[in-house]
């Protein structure tokens, strides 16, 4: 991160004010909550002194702006948080965004990859190689990157499409390199090899990605490396490969390759969804939402709610996968809630809603914070079949506009044995039922955690199941977790959640936990506090019978009391 003044150009020091700076910077004039500020500053737990630090940092920002001629209100504070004000000219994200977005509506492939070339010319070196926050490393500076190498997709499809396959192949050889197993790259580095005459070294490009995938990850390439061998193989000739329009800036396909929130890249067309990898169970969930969603009266409203990490993404997905052939208009998934949790702006995801289109639409609105954030997108969507994710029940969503509401329950023994079976194979789990059983039971039979396990067995394959399930067991909440992947953490999963609570219901959740072993939990609480927790997905109500909490939310919330106590413990006094 550097700030520019004339022909001057200062790189910033790491340090809190530039961490500060460059959570920021990664969500332009939009309100940053002070939780997330505080975590991108100080990563793991703040210190009690943290919010009155953070106002020193701002300060110590609002005067290095005024040395180099940047007004001081650029940083504006307000309730909740703070917000950066940026635009083309101040920011080169925002203007790469920008660059981005009118690309998509070039009037044509040439007009298109000038933009898009120009837009990569702004990234000058590693995203945030100055900024030491460990938060902001490991979740932004991924999709960052995902940004970038979506667009350098494009134009690389772009310059296939117009017959530049010698001319490109300087992009592709370092991009697949540097990513294998993005194949997209190495599908046009193939590609871009067999229609210049070289029929052998891309044969070599496809078989080193192939065994790569096999002896990393277990799995073979996807249909279109596949496609493109046989093609080969047989000497075929390739029609020439045509751009492909981008209209809506918006994500096609459901999944973790969707568009990030803010992102203004030019979108490809619908394409098929695919399924989730190893999905069971919900079978009678799946069919009364495709019958909901497929119907040619009345309203076609599906909401998922449950609490988090009970599969309601996953759920939402195989189900757009297995009605696709309904839509032939398209599947367009949007995501609502950042990497940190933090909701996306109305205003921002009304701009990546996908236009009116021929065809009848499937829209897939993962992650909503609230009917607040729902239904201002309804209107755009009055067309479509609406599939929306939550863990709130959205009442007033269907009470306004009708349609259906599934509250997710933790899998039942059989469904977990099954995603087990799955994703670690059928005959390393059929080899220790009951260990696999309990195993599940450790994970509470939660989606999230039972896929973090399964994760953990995958890469030892020398390691039992049921010593993997003993030692989860000694510290399920701590354990749960996937290093490389926040989205795959059972802690920071269900941290987000309880941290956006307001600190009476937080405070509430954590007595329930305490309280889950000896009876009801609710004895004694008021009754308005466990309807807003149910609300949040985080207990349930049961009729017939008592508010009761999940298992695996029991277990982390006598975690995060036992964890903060040490914490506090051991501060300084």
């Known amino acids: 991160m550097s700030i520019a003044h004339g022909p001057e150009t200062v790189v910033l020091k790491p340090s809190k004010p530039t961490s500060l700076l460059a959570a920021l910077l990664l969500h332009p004039n939009t309100v940053v909550s002070t ?8 990563d793991e737990e703040p210190p009690a002194t943290a919010r009155a630090a953070l106002q020193t940092c701002v300060l110590r920002l609002r005067r290095l702006f005024a040395k180099y001629g940047i007004s001081a209100t650029t940083i504006e504070a307000v309730p909740g948080g703070y917000r950066m004000h940026c635009d083309t000219e101040t920011l080169d994200l925002v203007q790469f965004r920008a660059l981005a977005a009118r690309a998509g509506s070039a009037g044509g492939p040439g007009e298109e990859l000038y933009r898009l070339r120009e837009a990569l010319t702004l990234w000058q070196g590693q995203p945030l190689a100055n900024v030491a926050s460990r938060m902001l490393q490991d979740d932004a500076v991924p999709a960052l990157e995902q940004e970038r190498l979506r667009v350098l997709e494009r134009v690389c499809d772009l310059e296939l499409a117009a017959g530049n396959c010698h001319q490109v192949l300087v992009d592709l050889y370092e991009s697949a390199r540097r990513h294998p197993v993005r194949e997209r790259f190495t599908e046009q580095l193939v590609e871009a090899l067999y229609r210049t005459g070289r029929q052998a070294e891309a044969l070599a490009e496809y078989r080193t990605v192939r065994d790569r995938l096999r002896d990393e990850l277990g799995i073979d390439p996807g249909p279109g490396l596949r496609r493109l061998e046989l093609a080969i193989l047989r000497a075929e000739e390739l029609a020439p490969a045509p751009p492909e329009s981008a ?56 909401v998922v709610s449950g609490a988090p990490g009970i599969g309601k993404s996953a759920l939402a997905r195989q189900t757009a996968h297995e009605v696709q052939e309904a839509f032939p208009g398209g599947v367009f998934t949007l995501q609502l809630a950042r990497p940190d949790g933090t909701p996306v702006a109305v205003e921002e995801a009304a701009r990546l809603m996908p236009e009116p289109a021929p065809g009848r639409r499937l829209i897939v609105l993962d992650g909503a914070a609230g009917a607040w954030q729902v239904l201002p997108l309804l209107p755009v969507a009055e067309d479509a079949a609406v599939l929306v994710t939550s863990r709130r029940q959205l009442a007033a969503v269907v009470a306004t506009h009708g349609g259906a509401v599934h509250r997710l329950d933790v899998l039942r023994s059989a469904e977990a044995y099954a995603l087990l079976a799955g994703l670690v194979g059928a005959e390393r789990i059929a080899a220790e039922p009951a260990a696999t059983r309990e195993l599940a039971r450790v ?57 956006a609570l307001t600190p009476a ?43 009761r909490l999940h298992d695996l939310l029991r277990i982390y919330a006598r975690w995060r009391v036992r964890t903060h106590e040490a914490a506090a413990t051991a501060a300084p006094r």
């Not at 396990?453 to 030692?471: E, F, I, K, N, Q």
């Open 35 to 42: 939780t997330y500020l505080l975590r991108a500053v100080w």
């Open 247 to 302: 209209h809506a800036a918006v994500a096609v396909a459901a999944g973790p390759a969707a568009l990030p929130a803010g992102a203004s890249v030019p979108a490809r067309p619908p394409r098929a969804v695919p399924p989730v990898p190893a999905f069971a169970g919900r079978d009678a969930d799946r069919r009364a939402m495709a019958a909901r969603l497929t119907a040619g009266d009345g309203p076609r409203l599906v």
């Open 443 to 499: 994970c509470g039979h939660f989606p999230l955690a039972l896929r973090i396990a399964a994760g953990r067995l995958l890469t030892r394959p020398g390691l039992s199941v049921a010593d993997c399930a003993a030692w989860l067991a000694e510290d399920p909440p701590a354990r749960l977790a996937l290093a490389e992947d926040a989205g795959l953490s059972v802690p920071e999963v269900l941290g987000q959640a309880l941290d």
């Open 505 to 547: 219901l937080r405070e509430a959740f954590l007595r329930l936990g305490e309280r889950a072993e000896a009876g009801d939990p609710a004895a004694g609480e008021n009754e308005s506090v466990l309807e807003q927790l149910v609300e949040a997905g985080l207990l349930e109500d049961g009729p017939p019978g008592p508010y």
